[in-house]
């Protein structure tokens, strides 16, 4: 059944789990409301509490991290703001149930679609802003991501590419190569099949994924598993070695005593 508004009791029941009464009630009407419904929609919300979003949860880091440089804070901010982190809070607060969508994305499973919904928490943040200001914004993204920020470890969250990346160069070998090997699938279903070759450790792997960027990465990680074992495999590998030749002298110096 298609929804063509938002009712009184939605918008109250919304306003209650993120703890902020607005003022001005068309701005959560607008940051509920995607292009495919109409030309008044979140897009300018999105905007607004995309760059709100990225200071806040910057500003939480920062005090929550001392000790942390620069690079490690822009790697935990990615993690926090990417996409998957943002459908997945939205979610906690029930956010899909009151988007106003068009009737094509309501037939393609656009209320779960995690694009539509990290979008849309960008615009009700963007949409406490200009209501309430910075301090309302912040108080609501204290409530919703202070948890995601503790127990961060910059070196884990590197994505399997750019870990992959590290390995190769670190090992003096050459980068990988990724190749589109298919592109399927209408429009709004579109999925990718990507080949991730180490032709220097000869290793390759493919991965299918609804972006070309997120079959990357999926390829990447089996590659990176892959690297990681045969490390491991190598390491033992020598240290077997090693063991073996510290024995064979030890033995012929244990002989030449005998002698």
Do not use: W
Request: contains cysteine; aromatic residues 4%; charged residues 25%.
């Amino acid at each position: 059944m298609s929804q063509t508004t938002v009712s009184t009791a939605d918008l109250e029941r919304l306003q209650r789990k993120i703890g902020y009464r607005f003022k001005r009630l068309a701005l959560l009407k607008q940051a509920l409301t995607h292009k495919s419904f109409s030309k008044t929609n979140n897009e300018r919300l999105e905007f607004m509490g995309d760059a709100v979003l990225g200071y806040l949860v910057g500003n939480m880091l920062y005090q929550h991290y001392p000790d942390v440089q620069e690079d490690a804070l822009s790697l935990m901010r990615a993690q926090l703001v990417r996409g998957k982190t943002l459908a997945q809070v939205a979610g906690q607060i029930d956010l899909s149930e009151h988007l106003l969508l068009g009737v094509g994305e309501l037939r393609s499973g656009g209320r779960q679609r995690a694009s539509i919904l990290a979008d849309a928490l960008e615009a009700v943040i963007g949409a406490v802003h200009e209501d309430g200001g910075i301090e309302h914004a912040q108080r609501l993204v204290h409530q919703l991501f202070s948890d995601l920020t503790l127990g961060l470890d910059a070196e884990s969250l590197k994505d399997a590419k750019t870990r992959l990346q590290e390995l190769l160069q670190g090992n003096g070998l050459d980068l990988p190569v990724y190749t589109v090997e298919e592109v399927s699938g209408a429009d709004h279903q579109r999925q990718y099949t990507v080949k991730c070759e180490a032709e220097s450790l000869n290793l390759m792997a493919v991965a299918k994924e609804s972006s070309r960027r997120a079959a990357e990465k999926a390829s990447a990680h089996e590659v990176l598993i892959l690297a990681l074992a045969q490390q491991q495999a190598s390491g033992s590998a020598k240290h077997k070695t090693r063991a073996r030749s510290k024995h064979t002298v030890q033995t012929k110096g244990a002989g030449e005593d005998d002698v």
